[in-house]
């Protein structure tokens, strides 16, 4: 009985064998035919990935002057930046060592306006019209 399964085995592996061999082969013939396809497109690709590369070098240096330009306004907007911050530091500093002196300022000159105010106000007005 094994006897006999090992004879039918060994007649079936006698004929699937080629079969399968003959598959592999086939299998291997198309992706032998692809690969060749896509070598035979190869350099149809590289020509278009060229003009591509050309177009973007081209758009690349036509933007470089107004990024330039960017790049200078920028600049000039940090020299002003730093400018104010310097002149808004300077003035802090010195109103913080003159406080005294300007608030004591401030104080006479609001004093003098209400002083100015009340003389204002008890001033009798001229008009030119006289009584006769």
Do not use: W
């Not at 060994?10 to 013939?29: D, F, G, K, R, W």
């Not at 240096?61 to 600049?75: A, M, Q, R, Y």
């Not at 808004?88 to 406080?99: D, G, T």
């Amino acid at each position: 009985m094994v006897d006999d399964l090992l004879l039918s085995l060994n007649e079936l592996s006698s004929v699937l064998i080629p079969v399968v061999a003959l598959i592999c082969l086939i299998l291997l013939a198309l992706l032998l035919y692809r690969v060749y396809l896509v070598l035979k497109r190869l350099p149809q690709t590289l020509d278009k990935v060229e003009k591509v590369l050309e177009s973007t070098n081209d758009s690349v240096e036509k933007l470089e002057k107004p990024l330039d330009t960017l790049n200078n306004v920028s600049g000039t907007v940090d020299m002003v930046n730093n400018a104010t911050a310097g002149a808004v530091n300077s003035i802090a500093s010195f109103s913080l060592k003159h406080s005294d002196a300007l608030l004591n300022s401030m104080k006479d000159l609001v004093g003098k306006k209400k002083h100015k105010n009340e003389e204002d106000e008890y001033t009798e007005e001229d008009f030119g019209v006289y009584d006769e």
